[in-house]
């Protein structure tokens, strides 16, 4: 069904028979983004830290913004801990939300 609309979206004629089908729906499907067989390779520290700097003022701007959704403890409970732990490893003022002078 979702191809039978996405087809003619692209601009592609649908298959007219059953045959036709076939390699559309039974093709070989290749896995991309596999990991090593030894697992992820380990995040740097420096890489860390420089990530949760980056991303902290935005992960906190949609903590606020999203306040009155259902799960907003949750939101707060995390907040209060990057404003804690991760700000203090990522070196970054908790009172200010920017670098240390």
Do not use: I, N
Not at 20 to 27: A, F, M, Q, S, V
Not at 37 to 45: D, E, Q, S, T
Not at 51 to 61: E, I, S, T
């Amino acid at each position: 069904a979702v191809l039978g609309r996405v087809l003619p979206f692209l601009g592609l004629p649908l298959p007219a028979s059953e045959r036709e089908w076939g390699p559309l729906l039974d093709g070989p499907r290749v896995l991309h983004g596999t990991r090593p067989g030894g697992g992820k390779p380990p995040l740097p520290a420096a890489v860390a830290q420089l990530l949760h700097r980056f991303y902290l003022p935005f992960q906190l701007a949609l903590v606020e913004q999203l306040r009155a959704h259902c799960d907003a403890a949750e939101l707060v409970e995390w907040r209060s801990w990057a404003m804690g732990t991760a700000v203090r490893a990522a070196g970054v003022d908790r009172a200010r939300g920017a670098e240390p002078s």
